[in-house]
């Protein structure tokens, strides 16, 4: 039984290019989040998607930003425009259910980097 | 809004010895759930324990147990005979009851010596 699937591992883009993450779930799990890791800190949560919905986005930036759920296919993460900034590590979770009694999963994570 | 403190940055143990690490959290909420997380060099993140405010019982998983304190906004987690491969970084996290969201500490590295 596979665990959430997060490609590539690591992704090196230019300043200016876009820089797009993707996660499939866990099999059964329809909720889908993301968090970003900035170097030397904890995980901060930026997007809460169901299939085809997003639920909770209030830790998206405002620009650049946007994240999918298609009813076929894995969740991507887009980052448009990259900037220096943006270099952290990204990690998709997901649970079967909503609710802090359905655990969230975590993907290994996938390693953004900025020249 | 809730937030989760962690203020040991940095804790050392040795091998077979035990170590415990504290967190505490803030929240208005009455039904809640916590949890500590682990981060090996590999950088994944792997669920140590849950913890749900609702039970008064500690929650204990093999070596790992917490100490739930819920009106002191409390949650240490204890490692019991320290193994070389528990050395990692280590999340305490927070979760409402909706659990749309965790809200993660800053982090404690956890060396463990031979």
């Known amino acids: 039984n596979a665990g959430v699937m997060q490609n590539p591992r690591h992704l090196v883009r230019r300043r200016g290019q876009e820089a797009r993450l993707r996660c499939s779930p866990m099999?059964?799990?329809?909720?889908v989040y993301w968090y970003r890791q900035l170097p030397e800190e904890g995980l901060k949560f930026m997007v809460y998607?169901?299939?085809?919905?997003?639920?909770?986005e209030s830790g998206m930036p405002k620009e650049r930003f946007s994240a999918e759920f298609p009813k076929e296919g894995p969740s991507i993460l887009r980052i448009q425009q990259v900037v220096r900034g943006d270099s952290a590590a990204y990690f998709c979770?997901?649970?079967?259910?909503?609710?802090?009694?359905?655990?969230?999963?975590f993907g290994d994570g996938t390693r953004l980097s900025i020249l | 809004a809730q937030t989760v403190t962690q203020s040991q940055p940095e804790m050392s143990v040795q091998e077979a010895e035990t170590v415990t690490l504290s967190c505490t959290y803030d929240?208005?909420?009455?039904?809640?759930?916590l949890f500590w997380y682990k981060q090996p060099p590999s950088r994944q993140m792997i669920l140590v324990i849950r913890?749900?405010?609702?039970?008064?019982q500690n929650a204990t998983e093999n070596r790992f147990s917490v100490n739930f304190q819920k009106a002191a906004k409390s949650f240490s987690l204890k490692i019991s005979d320290s193994q070389l491969g528990d050395a990692a970084m280590y999340f305490c996290?927070?979760?409402?009851?909706?659990?749309?969201?965790?809200?993660f500490g800053a982090g404690t590295i956890l060396r463990v010596k031979s």
């Open positions: 979770a997901s649970s079967p259910g909503q609710g802090g009694n359905q655990p969230q999963h």
């Open positions: 099999k059964g799990h329809s909720h």
């Open positions: 998607l169901q299939k085809e919905n997003i639920i909770d």
């Open positions: 929240t208005s909420e009455s039904d809640y759930y």
């Open positions: 913890q749900e405010a609702y039970k008064q």
């Open positions: 996290a927070f979760s409402g009851r909706n659990g749309n969201k965790l809200v």
